[in-house]
């Protein structure tokens, strides 16, 4: 697996537009699933694997990798593909990505591929809300699920939604709410997660499931009037199907507009390459996913600094 982790680096030069990278594999020999590789370290075949008593059940143990230990989910067995075995013939998907480093175990890893971002599409309509799908797309006339690995580890791990009540009083009776903040991110949790934020500082929003779905909200918008006066903000995760956050900011920065919208990018993604990215299409803030405090904060920030719509 090296060489296929090798060319990471090479691929990841293509973000920024509108690209993404999978990286494949099965539980069985039928169905494909993927991840982007931005959240991947490495890959690994499965090493011994020591339980832990009174983890939660898809919890199959934990491994020593590079000094540090590391939490091994059953990923088959999140998605009700069967308990997977832990031997050696299987691999851990190692990723790190919302503050967390967290191993995956599957059957099979297949290859990383390179798609177009406007080749990856929602989830079908009707499929319900218990899935783990964020998109899927099509390579080579075989479907291919892309999971929502933040609902994951939020179920198995929880994340902190509640604002710091500190944080909530330093607004004051008389502070001016609300004003509008719009949302755009694929992920059902993130999105509930940053709405939860944002019912507690009393700020209006709205959502869109993804950059070009946003895009096209706020253009409207924008013909009935300067954005800015309808909302303080853009709330953006950077990796969504149709549309990635690098291009949406992008292209909201070239047009007149919406050129002065403040956009924020909000990712589960760590490292100094998306602060780059983040700087080079026009982001005016880049936070990680998912701080309620350092989120409230900068909400408080922007919203209470707007001028007030007309």
Known sequence: MSSVMEKVDRLTRLAGRNRLELLLFRFDNRQIFGINVFKVR????CPPLRPIPHSHHH????MHARGQTVTIIDLAAVLGHGR???SRDEFVIVTEYSGHVQGYLVKQVERIVNLRWNDVKPPPPGIGNSNYLTAVTTIENQLVE???VERVLAEIVGVRTEVDDELLGE????????????IADDSAVARK???RVMEQLGVEYEVAENGKIALEMLQAYAEQGPIVQRFAMLLSDIEMPEMDGYTLTKTMKADPQ???LF??????LSGSFNQSMADTVGANKLVPKFDPNELAALVLSIVDATPAAA
Do not use: N, W, Y
Not at 59 to 62: A, K, M, N
């Open 42 to 45: 490495e890959v690994l075949k």
């Open 59 to 62: 919890v199959r143990g934990v």
């Open 84 to 86: 997977s075995e832990g």
């Open 146 to 148: 892309i999971l929502d």
């Open 171 to 182: 607004r004051g009776a008389e502070a001016s709410i609300p004003r509008r903040v719009f």
């Open 193 to 195: 997660q940053m709405v």
């Open 258 to 260: 919406l050129k002065d």
């Open 263 to 268: 956009v924020c990018l909000h990712t589960s």
